[in-house]
């Protein structure tokens, strides 16, 4: 059984966003369109689904035309410890280049680093790790 899995609707750019995600974070990805599964509910070359699976696993399609695209609002999607301190700053870097730092990533008192950003998408991420990660 795995975990809860984020699933980010998108307003009509669901390719661009998960081939991004998939350029960042590495892993498996595959879409599918409407046309692909043979659905008339949305326009033929749109994303009906797309899995990326790898240190970081999201789903992620075109919103439909009565559902709302990703608009995120009190909460964030946390990458802690997700992957070594390296990665996760290389990860929260790229992320800025075209987002929007609402936290730097930076050490805290209780010996933890972490920082916010929200991506050029509008998705936001919590990334940090323990002070032991980046000793090791």
């Known amino acids: 059984m795995t975990g809860t899995t984020p699933y980010l609707l998108f307003p009509g750019n669901a390719a ?12 498996e990805l595959e879409m599918h369109s409407y046309a692909d599964f043979g659905r008339g509910d949305g326009p033929g070359d749109a994303i009906a689904h797309a899995t990326l699976e790898g240190p970081v696993r999201l789903f992620g399609s075109d919103a439909g035309p009565d559902e709302d695209a990703l608009h995120m609002s009190g909460m964030f999607l946390a990458l802690l410890g997700a992957a070594d301190p390296a990665a996760l700053r290389r990860w929260f870097e790229t ?3 075209t987002g929007r730092v609402l936290d730097p990533l930076q050490d805290r008192p209780w ?12 998705v936001r991420w919590l ?7 980046e000793e090791s």
């Open 16 to 27: 661009e966003a998960m081939e991004f995600y998939r350029d960042l974070f590495g892993g």
């Open 95 to 97: 992320l800025a280049a």
């Open 111 to 122: 010996g933890a680093s972490d920082g916010q950003v929200v991506d050029r998408y509008g």
């Open 127 to 133: 990334i940090g790790y323990e002070a032991e990660a």
